[in-house]
């Protein structure tokens, strides 16, 4: 078997994701000659060309880009393994970035930011919202929450919480709809996916076709639209918990719609920090207030 020269890797993989060998060495700050030998050697001592010359550019071919699957999560891995040790050996205390939605973001972790902050002082936490699915690795993220599935490449998941979309208004509507059959519901301003609503609606015992007034790219935002009463939101009721226990909103109809692909929480990482004390305080303490959460809900319902 091949031995890689390891040090021809970071210059392999600038030249993969620029598909040009002048702009690989820009970034790189490294000669056209340097970048040209490194990626000459990696091709000798693998044994077969790894790019296909077109025109001036470089593209990669099935060698090459079977190489570049292996090559980059293994420098962000070596990358991340760095800044751990360099933090461990300073004493310092590094962020610990973490990306979610900016719904989640808004709705349901700012809100319990002060636990976190009283539990773990010495923890920074730097939180990044984005609608994106984030490199966690190439972005320098330690972890994230997501929405889905629970498989995503390179990733470990833990589920933090089922949050299946519910049926809510603002007290005043809420007061005057009380005990309405899903039909009558379905008459009223509708805020959300007219696919989800149409399955809800289903769900409930009503075969009706769904039509929103307004579809809204984010939770966050279509909640504080039902807050103003706009209309009556189909949402996840995780990010609805904090508001339903304020009397804010107010569920309108038992029926939860749990899509198994999309209404579970995770708690992401790349694999290689699983033993990371700082990840596992957050994922303690995540699992903790989710815990809060759903007794809170539970108890609101009840009342």
Do not use: C
């Not at 880009?65 to 760095?82: I, N, S, T």
């Not at 008459?187 to 809204?216: H, T």
């Amino acid at each position: 078997m091949a031995r890689l020269p390891l040090h021809t890797l970071p210059a392999f993989r600038a030249v993969a994701r620029a598909q040009n060998m002048r702009r690989a060495a820009e970034e790189l700050h490294l000669t056209h000659s340097a970048v040209s030998q490194q990626i000459k050697l990696l091709e000798d001592q693998v044994g077969v060309p790894l790019f296909d010359r077109v025109g001036r550019g470089l593209v990669l071919n099935a060698a090459g880009a079977a190489l570049q699957r292996a090559v980059e999560p293994a420098l962000d891995a070596l990358a991340e393994g760095l800044r751990l040790a360099l933090a461990t050996a300073s004493g310092e205390s590094q962020p610990l970035r973490l990306t979610v939605l900016p719904s989640f973001a808004q709705r349901w972790l700012l809100p319990r930011i002060v636990s976190w902050r009283e539990r773990h002082p010495e923890i920074p936490l730097e939180v990044h919202a984005s609608h994106q699915l984030v490199d966690l690795r190439r972005e320098g993220f330690h972890a994230a929450v997501r929405a889905g599935s629970g498989r995503w490449r390179g990733l470990h998941a833990d589920p933090l919480a089922s949050s299946p979309l519910v049926v809510v208004a603002a007290p005043q509507r809420a007061a005057r709809l009380a005990g309405v059959s899903p039909q009558q519901l379905a008459a009223e301003p509708l805020l959300g996916d007219a696919g989800s609503w149409a399955r809800w609606l289903a769900l409930s015992g009503a075969r009706l076709a769904a039509k929103p007034v307004a579809e809204f790219n984010d939770f966050g935002l279509m909640l504080q639209a039902t807050e103003q009463d706009l209309g009556i939101a189909l949402t996840r009721e995780l990010l609805a918990a904090d508001a339903l226990r304020a009397g804010r909103l107010v569920r309108l109809h038992e029926a939860a719609l749990d899509e198994p692909a999309s209404s579970t929480y995770w708690f992401a990482h790349p694999e290689e920090l699983a033993g990371w004390p700082p990840l596992q305080a957050l994922r303690a303490w995540l699992n903790d207030e989710m815990a809060l959460s759903r007794r809170a809900l539970a108890a609101s319902a009840a009342a």
